[in-house]
């Protein structure tokens, strides 16, 4: 079994495995109906062409990403003005330019990430990340842009994963990497699919990494065993938490923790598309099984933790956007690694992506070949 190719490289891993798991039963919040009352008014501030991701700029501007290949910058009052420089990227079915995150020196160092699925020679795309720095005047450009990390395989799936996590202290980078619709790779430790990587911000592996002595992908994987991350937050007390798509039911918010293995596709609350079943967490309690699930399932992407103050009673909460149930989810927290569903709304549109503005307004990007750019403020 491959998974257990990590169990004799790293002892204290495995041992790890058993010991820091989470609870087998976990919270199903997937039969759920939506709350009726919006304590909230979404204001439409602008659109675009299937988007994917957006972030804020230190001076409140925002970027946003299209998959077809286009970044923008984009004020609150939904001005729009294209950026130049972008890498080639193989848009198809799920795949293309994905996410975006300044770096945490952004307002000295201009300098931004990209993850997107770049063409691989012989066909497919591989995942791969960027950086660049972000010029204006004269035109706004992406100067400087080099791939600091890459897939070690092409593939022709969708499932890319792609999120960009910044630590709380700005040493490390966290980028998932989805199984790319081959779910063998998640529990392969030679690949970098299905896995969550902890990075330098240059690209380089970190010297603390669970097993940074063997080298290649496994020197920079963090947590294995995951189907399609599409969400991936720190939260105001430093756990990192993350949420992905099942199969048939089981999507997943999971905390992360380091040198775990999460179970896909060994273990799954959901089942395949073919209606075949998969052992539950509680057959393997050496799998990491989610806290929180959604059967049937909510498709979650972006996510992001509420710091701010206009919606005083959510601070420390996580919001999680809705593809398939086009619902906006709130997530709330015990602070002892507990978490379940508090709140969700029907939005009427499939959420892509979650962000916090500096006034404590949440902002939602919706999917689509028109998806708008959504202020929600208090109201409703």
């Not at 609870?23 to 039969?31: D, K, M, T």
């Not at 080298?215 to 969400?231: D, S």
């Not at 990491?288 to 009673?313: K, Q, R, S």
Request: neutral net charge; charged residues 20%; proline residues 8%.
């Amino acid at each position: 079994m491959r998974s257990i190719l990590f169990s004799r490289i790293a002892p204290a891993a495995a041992a790890a495995l058993i010991c820091a798991a989470a609870s087998a039963a976990g919270i199903n919040a997937g039969e759920r109906r939506a709350d009726p009352d919006q304590p909230f008014v979404a204001s439409p501030v602008a659109s675009f062409t299937v988007p994917w991701a957006v972030a804020f700029l230190p001076d409140g501007r925002m970027l946003v990403t299209e998959k077809r290949g286009r970044l923008y910058l984009v004020t609150q009052r939904g001005e729009k003005r294209e950026v130049a420089g972008v890498p080639k990227v193989v848009y198809q079915g799920q795949n293309g330019l994905l996410d975006v995150a300044p770096s945490p020196g952004f307002a000295r160092d201009r300098t931004i990430y990209l993850s997107y699925v770049e063409p691989a020679k012989g066909g497919g795309g591989q995942l791969a990340l960027a950086r660049a720095r972000l010029q204006e005047g004269g035109g706004d450009r992406l100067d400087g842009l080099a791939v600091i990390w890459r897939a070690n395989g092409a593939a022709s799936g969708g499932q890319p994963g792609g999120i960009i996590a910044f630590a709380p202290d700005g040493r490390h980078l966290f980028l998932t990497s989805g199984d790319r619709m081959a779910p063998d790779t998640a529990q392969d430790p030679d690949s970098a699919q299905g896995k969550v990587l902890r990075l330098l911000p240059d690209g380089g592996t970190p010297p603390d990494n669970p097993w940074v002595r063997a080298g290649g992908v496994r020197a920079q994987t963090w947590t294995l065993g995951h189907r399609n991350p599409y969400g991936l937050a720190f939260a105001p007390d430093g756990k990192l938490w993350l949420n992905e798509m099942g199969p048939r039911g089981g999507d997943e918010l999971d905390l992360l923790r380091p040198g775990l293995n999460y179970g896909w596709p060994l273990v799954s609350k959901g089942i395949n598309y073919n209606g075949t079943p998969i052992p539950d967490h509680d057959t393997r309690p050496d799998f990491a099984a989610p806290v929180v699930y959604w059967t049937p399932v909510i498709a979650p992407a972006g996510m992001a933790f509420y710091t701010g103050d206009l919606f005083p009673d959510w601070k420390g909460s996580a919001f999680i956007g809705g593809l398939r149930g086009e619902t906006l989810v709130r997530i709330a927290f015990d602070g002892k690694g507990g978490a379940d569903q508090a709140q969700r709304w029907d939005m009427g549109h499939r959420i892509r992506d979650v962000a916090v503005a500096a006034d404590g307004a949440l902002w939602v990007l919706e999917d689509g070949n028109d998806g708008r750019l959504l202020r929600l403020t208090p109201g409703g």
